[in-house]
């Protein structure tokens, strides 16, 4: 098993990255077969997406676009529960399927949020595609269309995600973990 120190906190291997890769292309195959024909939109948002966006529409082979927004909710390993939109959107969404590319969903907010603002624009439809679900922490009731693994309530970092902003390179996915483990 592999650690990762990350400032002040330690992190082993918690989904290598052919693991990620394939749940990946699994998640791609459905919008192939579920968007045929209606040119979706992909929304992903920044920072944390970003890795897992790409290897997404690498795997997508039906017409699309791609776009981004950058929201803020977290800091340091918690959620704010306050959603900040940093980076804006500028695609007109009337009559159009999007998409919402997301690295993890775990109280639902930032999603919530996001989907409220989306709707004031007059899209078709709207879906949730997520990395990474976090079923243990939904506070509000949200309908994820494609969700690509669900995971326990840990803190976890690499493939995009990050630590304070550390780690985001990490090809796996990494969990803290206490002391003891890392003295084995």
Known sequence: MDFVKIKDKTF????????????VKVVA????????GKNPLLLAVLNGSFIFAADLIRNINIPCEISFVKLASYQGTTSTGKIKEVIGLNEDLS???VIIVEDIVDTGFTMKSMIESLGTRNPEAIHICTLLFKPGKLQVPLDIKYAAMEIPNDFIVGYGLDYDQQGRQLRDIYTV????????
């Open 12 to 23: 082993k291997t918690f989904i290598p990255e052919s693991e990620i890769l394939q749940r």
């Open 29 to 36: 195959e459905k919008i192939n077969k579920d968007m045929d």
């Open 95 to 97: 009559g159009r399927t």
């Open 177 to 184: 973990c206490d002391e003891k483990e890392t003295a084995k």
